[in-house]
């Protein structure tokens, strides 16, 4: 325990801080120039305070005893608000994270994981099948070669209109799944699972509504940088 009695010292930070006789206070003004060391110590004030003015500031530590051991070091100052900023800091950037990453990932989970050419493949796909059951003709236009239309003998808008007209009445709930997409040689085959209510037997004749499943293989070529169906292959009714 320390016997310096109370007074201004230098507190080792560069200012003078008030001791009162067993531990540092709160109260600190700018050191005063160096003095002799035989100068003597002023009365204590009777209330100490950022505004006191001591005759001379001591220029070690602990004059009285002739050491800066005498003294406690003065602590340091707490740095209690540098966690709730770090947290705020932290939390902030976890936010700009998820703004950025979790529409991709909303994204890339709906569209099954594709992406690229083999994503604009599956939009291609899906626009076709969206056409056929709306009777949009530039849809299925837009989804399509040459070389099917003419296969299919759809290669002008009323036969293509007849022929989904005559698709909607005998089926009903369509549902198209992708199941698988291969890219090969500069062709993409995407292939689905479609099920629906058919009204229609193998034999074009009216039934009564049953549960049907079509597996179908698109085959995607690339014109002018657009992948568009050349040909779709029916493996399984």
Known sequence: MTSTPAGWYDDGHGAARWWDGAQWT????AAAVAQPAAVAQPAAPNQPGPNSQPAAVATTSAPFSGTAAALPP???AKRGWL?????GGSFLLLVLLAVIFVPVLVKTM???????????????VEAYDDAWQSGDCDGFEATTTENLRAETSLED???FEEASAGFQEATDAYELEVVDVTSESGVITVRTDETY????D??????????ALST????????DGEWLIDSASYLEE
Not at 83 to 87: N, R, T, Y
Not at 202 to 211: I, K, L, Q, R
């Open 197 to 200: 209510t058919s009204y229609l």
């Open 216 to 223: 179908v293989d698109y085959t995607l070529v690339e014109s």
């Open 74 to 76: 003065v602590a340091p």
């Open 202 to 211: 193998e034999d074009d004749n009216p039934v009564p509504g049953y549960d």
């Open 157 to 159: 808008c009323a036969t």
């Open 83 to 87: 966690i709730p900023v770090i947290l």
């Open 26 to 29: 709160e109260h600190t003004q």
């Open 110 to 124: 709906a569209t099954g994981g594709y992406a690229g050419d083999e994503l604009e493949a599956v939009e291609v």
